[in-house]
């Protein structure tokens, strides 16, 4: 009879304890979830601030460039260039860090209306390749076939995603490299690939691609500058559709880029 009371009073003891840990990890929890908020809504106001000087200088640089260019010298272009390139550079890290502190505290709103991703697509597409054109990469859009069907989405944030993962695969691409879009459907879901053959992301950098400031190690083939915020935009975009999102890459090889989307929102 002893044995059975000590045994339930040590049952007792490490209940109790149990649930003191229980308390003390919700208080933790309280208090990061506190401090997560704090930290979104600084980010929030401290990139609301640096976005109207940063807008300035580049305004004005442009302007400079525009209205005084001929008089100006080759040394002048070159800082021009230079302050315009980093000014906006910064401002697109601005955005960037609006969308993902939005995104944080719950704010990502999606209007999803129904409408054609393959056009959107062709049209992206179709303008990257005259971005990536000065760089002599091709930008190679295969069709889906069948026609893929209309669907429910945010045309604006899918647009978004097209444009970093084909931004991203122009900078990654040597020159006379070939960027390739492919849409098709499978099943119940839209599917998106995108592929280079550039430089790769190493396989233990792999894990880390989609978190917050997250460069993998890399610059863009001809030094382009990378925030580490547009993966995890997109992510949390796609995801927002009740999506998923997937990387293919080993370095040296190039990198391929899979996004599957629900074509019925239940």
């Known amino acids: ?49 640096l976005r109207t000087p940063l807008g300035v200088i580049l305004s004005y640089a442009r302007f400079v460039e525009d209205e005084a260019g001929e008089r100006l010298t080759p040394e002048e272009h070159q800082f021009l260039e230079i302050i315009t390139r980093n000014s906006d550079f910064l401002l697109r890290m601005v955005d960037d860090l609006l969308d993902v502190t939005a995104i944080e505290a719950g704010k990502l709103e999606l209007r999803l209306r129904e409408d054609d991703l393959t056009e959107l697509t062709r049209r992206t597409t179709r303008m990257l390749a005259s ?8 930008v190679d859009f295969q069709e889906p076939s069948p026609e893929l069907p209309r669907f429910p989405f945010d045309a604006d944030r899918i647009e978004q995603v097209l444009n970093n993962l084909l931004g991203n ?41 989609f978190q917050p400031f997250t460069k993998a190690g890399r610059r863009g083939t001809a030094g382009e500058a990378i925030t580490g915020l547009g993966l995890v ?19 040296g090889e190039g990198s391929t880029f899979t996004v599957r989307l629900p074509l019925v929102i239940e």
């Open 1 to 49: 009879m002893g044995t059975q009371e000590e045994r339930f009073e040590e049952l007792t003891r490490v209940n109790n304890e149990l649930a003191n840990l229980q308390r003390e990890m919700a208080q933790k929890n309280a208090q990061l979830e506190k401090l997560n908020q704090e930290k979104n809504r600084f980010l929030g106001m401290a990139a609301h601030d």
């Open 169 to 209: 695969a122009v900078k990654f691409s040597d020159s006379g490299d070939t960027v390739r879009v492919h849409l098709r459907s499978e099943g119940d879901q839209a599917v998106l690939e995108v592929a280079d053959s550039g430089k790769g992301i190493p396989e233990e950098l792999l894990p880390q691609l």
């Open 131 to 138: 971005l990536a054109a000065p760089k002599s990469v091709a």
């Open 233 to 251: 935009i997109v992510r949390r975009i796609v995801e927002g559709h009740g999506g998923t999102i997937q990387v293919q890459s080993r370095e």
